[in-house]
């Protein structure tokens, strides 16, 4: 395989970061969509967690057979593999595969956000949202009272995204674009921070950890959900990270880490806290 230099190989893994992989399955990009990463030059796949007519994709979507984006990845500086490439630009070209039903019965989003032990009141950053499928759950979750903000890195999700709340009138959600080398969220800002289907595409993701311990509260907590190996939806073997990698990445950016003990029949859910945060 053809290496790109360095440079540019970690350059194209943060444009690629938080691509709304949360959102669903990573399946091949959807005819029409997005372009593919340049450092790739492989189609966008951002329903990389399941296959093509799976939901999942950006932002809270999936992965799935489609996820192939090996080429400058480079290596991860993590405790895992490096991260997975990905683009998806075109929030409506995603829709299909994020947010189909087929999604709902091995995503299990009402047991996710219990996992979360929410409190009505709370602000909660959904972070890789993506087409925004998770938002509603966690705007009923916090109440009037709450605030829900989703992340992502591409604009067009974020106009999704917002589009959505009004649409669907949730008044207690914002979205709003980042960076892909940091959540931007200011410290001690937020309750709750998930991560679905997402963090097998952060690079350096130690580091991002700490960035997100930064922004929590004093009791408060990162809750990543991700793919077991033997999940048929998801990314390539390759670029699945195992929850005791998982944990030792949150752990290494000065989080408590926790492997929730969830029945979901394809990812696991993975806490973690800041230090003397209450269980």
Known sequence: MHRRPRHAATCAALAALLSSCSATPDAAAPAGGGQGDAASGAQAARA???????PQGAGHAGDGPGHGHHAGHGPGHGHGPGPLVHRFERAEDWVPAFEGPERDAWQKPAEVVAAMRIAPGMRVA?????????????????????????LDIEQ???????????????????????????????????????????????????????????????????????????????PPKDHRIPAETVAAELRAGGLSPEIVAEDLPEQYIVVGRRAGAAR
Not at 49 to 54: E, K, L, N, R, Y
Not at 132 to 140: A, I, N, Q, T, V
């Open 156 to 234: 067009d999700m974020v106009r999704y995204m917002t589009e959505r709340a009004a649409r669907e009138r949730l008044a207690n959600v914002t979205a709003r674009q980042v960076r892909p080398d940091d959540p931007g969220l200011e410290a001690g800002s937020v309750d709750r921070i998930l991560v679905v289907d997402t963090w097998h595409h952060i690079p350096d993701r130690p580091a991002y950890a700490a960035k997100l311990k930064a922004a929590l509260r004093p009791d408060g907590a990162v809750v990543v959900v991700d793919f077991t190996e033997a999940a048929s939806h998801g």
């Open 48 to 54: 990389d967690h399941a296959p093509p007519q799976d």
């Open 126 to 150: 959904d972070l890789g949202a993506g087409t925004g499928y998770f938002l509603p759950h966690l705007s009923r979750a916090v109440g009037p009272a709450g605030a829900v903000v989703g």
